[in-house]
């Protein structure tokens, strides 16, 4: 099992242009999320998804999308990188109610 | 929505003292689950508390769930450097299908050696 899996590790972008975080998980959880952490802060919860073709808006959803079109993965999309968009991303999963959660290593997006 | 709120955001200690990090929630929780997140890596699952007024150990750390299921806390004996890191909890909260786990700023820990 390769566990909870994110790329790219590292990425520069230039204002206004646009990407996708991968994440994907082989444990065959249900729950999934993004969060971000900025430097010297906790995580704030994007977005995230209970199941193939349901998801939600965390607490600062602006400026990103997901999709879910399967089991295992679930992207990340920025549309219009923004400066404010630097900042550690990682993506998590949960295999059902009140377990675990396994995060993948992160994706440290720089936008300039 | 619920939150959890964490204590000290920052906590420099010598090697071999205490450390205690607390966290408190407004509202009722269902469990609450710590983490720690090495410099530079990835938040990596510790424990989860279910009861109410449940304690439980793993070698020189020691976790407690407050009575009224409201607050939690993290207790670290002796540190050493292999302590250092941010630990958080959280506040797993569910409803219907939904499942939305949400995390305290953490608390960062530096050990002096």
């Known amino acids: 099992n390769a566990g909870v899996t994110q790329t790219p590790k590292f990425r520069i972008l230039k204002i206004g242009q646009s990407m996708t975080l991968q994440c994907a998980q082989d444990m065959n959880h249900n729950y999934m999320y993004w969060y971000r952490q900025d430097p010297g802060m906790g995580l704030k919860l994007i977005y995230y998804s209970v199941g193939a073709g349901i998801t939600d808006k965390g607490e600062v959803p602006n400026g990103y999308n997901v999709s879910r079109s399967t089991t295992e993965d679930f992207p990340l999309r920025l549309e219009l990188a923004a400066p404010s968009q630097t900042s550690v991303y990682f993506c998590a999963s949960v295999r059902g109610l009140n377990t675990e959660a396994f995060f993948g290593q992160g994706t440290r997006l720089t936008v300039v | 929505g619920q939150q959890v709120m964490q204590i000290p955001q920052y906590q420099h200690v010598q090697e071999g003292e205490d450390f205690t990090t607390y966290c408190n929630s407004s509202t009722t929780l269902s469990n609450i689950q710590w983490y720690k997140q090495r410099p530079g890596g990835h938040p990596v699952f510790l424990i989860q508390l279910v009861k109410s007024g449940e304690v439980k150990k793993q070698k020189r750390l020691t976790f407690q769930f407050g009575e009224a299921k409201k607050n939690s806390s993290l207790h670290i004996t002796a540190t050493q450097t292999t302590d250092v890191g941010t630990y958080f909890c959280?506040?797993?909260?569910?409803?219907?299908?939904?499942?939305?786990?949400?995390f305290g700023k953490g608390t960062l820990l530096t050990v002096n050696p």
């Open positions: 959280a506040g797993p909260r569910s409803g219907g299908s939904n499942y939305k786990l949400t």
